[in-house]
């Protein structure tokens, strides 16, 4: 094998992180610029383990676009006024919550009211008693 050393994406994480945005062409080699490609125009990959990439979404109808597309992440949308993300990556949008309302934790577009807990409270004020007659 002589003095080459041989790289692999899968098991050498510095390899790795050097390549982020890049797609996979072959998992090792002795040289690694070959082992990767950069993400065509318009692709992405949030890891370098893939041999593809992915296409960046476009943002259309409610979406509005936020972000560009880079070889490392997707496109970022966000909601056109009196809308908001309909979930986590914002890939819809659904009307604001109401006054007195809020998104749930588990369908971020269903909205509840909120609940406003009053604790039973002391009768007593600062360790006193009320005056009395007041």
């Not at 070889?71 to 990556?89: F, H, I, M, V, Y």
């Not at 819809?92 to 604790?119: H, L, N």
Request: charged share 20%.
């Amino acid at each position: 094998a002589g003095n080459h050393s041989c790289w692999c994406l899968i098991c050498d994480f510095a390899c790795v992180d050097f390549f982020a945005g890049n797609r996979l062409v072959k998992p090792s080699g002795t040289n690694p610029q070959q082992l990767c490609t950069p993400c065509e125009d318009g692709t992405y990959t949030y890891q370098s383990l893939g041999y593809r990439c992915s296409s960046c979404i476009q943002c259309v109808g409610a979406l509005v676009h936020f972000k560009d597309c880079t070889p490392k992440s997707n496109t970022q949308c966000r909601c056109k006024e009196g809308l908001r993300c309909g979930d986590a990556g914002c890939t819809f949008c659904v009307d604001e919550c109401g006054k007195g309302e809020e998104p749930t934790k588990k369908r971020m577009y269903i909205c509840k009211y909120w609940v406003v807990t009053i604790e039973k409270g002391n009768s007593e004020m600062g360790g006193r008693k009320k005056p009395s007659g007041l």
